[in-house]
């Protein structure tokens, strides 16, 4: 099991975790994702999985659940 932390930007409401949780719960092998959402800033997404994600596959994710992106 691998921990990653992505930051990502537009999140603003519990919405919005909502949305961004469910589209990388659905990504192969994630198994949990947890938000510390920042409405003013940059929030942090936790996700566990089986395997790495790469960084295009959880932008593809963010890109289907609305408009957030990941920063460096």
Do not use: I
Not at 52 to 66: I, N
């Amino acid at each position: 099991m691998t921990t990653q932390n992505f930051a990502v930007t537009g999140m603003t409401c519990a919405h919005c975790v909502h949305a961004v949780t469910e589209e990388l719960e659905a990504l192969d092998g994630v198994s949990t994702v947890h938000v510390d959402l920042d409405p003013a800033g940059t929030s942090t997404v936790h996700v566990e999985a089986v395997r790495a994600l790469t960084p295009a596959e959880v932008s593809a994710a963010l890109d289907e659940a609305g408009d957030y992106h990941l920063t460096p």
